[in-house]
């Protein structure tokens, strides 16, 4: 068997999602390369995730009601194409901490297990059959990192703007892949600097230098912030032909306006991190909030949250940042 000797764990965040969830696990244990085990974090989901995975057989044993501090239980299943056990750790989270509190949690848990490469992803990612086994070919490349699959939107087939190069002049981000046909990018290997949490396959070496993703940035923008850090000791590489599809079903609307507050916090805290003294880029940064707050006053009204944007700068200058 190739590359058996090191160990990959798959990191899964999830929250009121179970039917993704599900396609998303079936998905983990058809790979040709197997997976020797999932960190599933339920970030206190409230649509019945512990009941169907119970009923499912993916856990044996129902989380307590009424948690007070995260609960964790191991289990058995097995890859569905080579029937190789697979250590299914379940952790139910007692309150909901945002994607970034969950990639946190697993990330840490599954590090101190002694995995070799963790892989993340979101419950509405489904990697391709062969994904990990194409990912893993490239992991004896020099000075790599981060090994990441192409991300292709589910239903229209199309490569999603989640691979970015960031220009340090003004700290702009710049997908490296648009609007192609999947098939323009076959066998192409891209360097990148910042990807989103749809599938990067990271070494605890990495994670050994860079630390665990931040649980403050709860969501949007804790992918950019994690994977440009571990850029920092290593490379982030594209595999174009390793795919992982993406099944984002969220209303974008509804998410402009309801995430825009992190958004924008996470964008001050990601300046001072990385370009604290970078003065054009933070008036960028001011300029688009300004323009964001003004666009959502006026179409959703002067009662409706258009001063998100605004909070969420001022919020962001007031981290503490290390």
Known sequence: MVNEKETICAVVVTYNRKELLLECLEALRKQTRSVQGI??????????????????????ELP????????EKEFEIKNLTDGEIIKLHYVRIHENTGGAGGFHEGAKRAYEKGYDWLWLMDDDAEPKEDALFLLMKYKDFKNVTVICP???????????????????RFMEEKPVVEELNPLKVKGKIL???????????????????AGFPMKEL??????????????????????????????????????EVSKIYFF???????????????????????YKAIKSAVKIMLKKGLFSKWYSPIKGLLAGLMSKVS
């Open 264 to 286: 924008y916090k996470n964008k001050i805290i990601f300046l001072k991190k990385f370009a604290p003294y970078n003065k054009i880029a933070d008036m960028i940064v001011f």
């Open 64 to 71: 307590p009601e009424n948690l007070t501090e995260p609960w």
């Open 191 to 209: 360097k990148i600097q910042a990807n989103a949490f749809v599938g990067p396959l990271i070494h605890r070496r990495g994670i050994s230098k």
């Open 150 to 168: 192409l991300i292709v939107h589910k239903e229209t087939g199309k490569i999603e703007n989640n691979h970015h190069k960031i220009f340090t």
């Open 39 to 60: 960190y599933l974090i339920d970030n206190a989901s409230t649509d019945g995730t512990p009941k169907l995975l119970f009923e499912k057989g993916y856990i044996k």
């Open 218 to 255: 709860f969501i949007w923008g804790d992918d950019t912030e994690y994977t440009f850090r571990l850029n920092r000791s290593g490379l982030l590489l594209l595999v174009c032909d390793a795919i992982i599809f993406h099944k984002d079903v969220r209303n974008k609307s509804h998410i």
